[in-house]
Antibody, heavy 115, light 111 residues
Framework: QVLLQESGPGLVKPSETLSLTCTVS????????WSWIRQPPGKGLESIGY???????NYNPSLKSRVTISLDTSKNQFSLTLNSVSAADTAVYYC?????????WGQGAMVTVSS | DVVMTQSPLSLSVTPGQPASISCRSS???????????LNWFQQRPGQSPRRLIY???NRDSGVPDRFSGSGSGTDFTLKISGVEAEDVGVYYC?????????FGQGTKVEI
């Protein structure tokens, strides 16, 4: 059973950088694609982007100028960086294994943007 | 972006009774390989989303057979043949054909 666990700061100041890491257990990160999705409090789901170990990445155009997704095969982890955050970026951030679409999700990490 | 519109947004069901959720896409969802990447997710209170159905009508492993998906073109449906207490939560349709993937607004199912 593949397990995904998000980790990172739960509070980020406006204009600063949000950074999260997803640790993958019981599966090699060299298989599948891996993605990030977020859910603002009480709202719906928004896809952020995805990555493959070959370097193939794709980002939501609405976030593209601020987002980077990277991958560390030695640690079996992948990461999300979102620059210049504002209150609108407050959300639960999920990492997910992706076989064409996300099929297995982590438990989520709540990130609040506030001074 | 492809807009996914679900209806109803809220559903109150008696245990054992059927339930149906509709999802309409603003564009066709047939990918270049002929597949239709229309998925359904269940999000129980306080939990992360769990995929129930992929490619319109295929149940994920461990999903009870009371859940079924159907549809074509731009209209899709999730049916629960007999709702159980554990089915309470929010259900989302999601298209994975066009990037960015987009989700419906969610349908809250209550008992």
């Amino acid at each position: 059973q593949v397990l995904l666990q998000e980790s990172g700061p739960g509070l980020v100041k406006p204009s600063e950088t949000l950074s999260l890491t997803c640790t993958v257990s019981d599966a090699s990160i060299r298989t599948y694609y891996w993605s990030w999705i977020r859910q603002p409090p009480g709202k719906g789901l928004e896809s952020i982007g995805y990555i493959h170990y070959t370097g193939d990445t794709n980002y939501n155009p609405s976030l593209k100028s601020r987002v980077t997704i990277s991958l560390d095969t030695s640690k079996n982890q992948f990461s999300l960086t979102l620059n210049s955050v504002s209150a609108a970026d407050t959300a639960v951030y999920y990492c997910a294994r992706t076989a064409r679409v996300p099929d297995m999700w982590g438990q989520g990490a709540m990130v609040t943007v506030s001074s | 972006d492809v807009v996914m519109t679900q209806s109803p947004l809220s559903l109150s069901v008696t245990p054992g009774q059927p339930a149906s959720i509709s999802c309409r896409s603003s564009q066709g969802l047939v990918y270049s390989n002929g597949n239709i990447y229309l998925n359904w997710f269940q999000q129980r209170p306080g939990q992360s989303p769990r995929r129930l159905i992929y490619m319109v009508s295929n149940r994920d492993s461990g999903v009870p057979d009371r859940f079924s998906g159907s549809g074509s073109g731009t209209d899709f449906t999730l049916k629960i043949s007999g709702v159980e207490a554990e089915d309470v939560g929010v259900y989302y349709c999601m298209q994975g054909t066009h990037w960015p993937w987009t989700f419906g607004q969610g349908t809250k199912v209550e008992i």
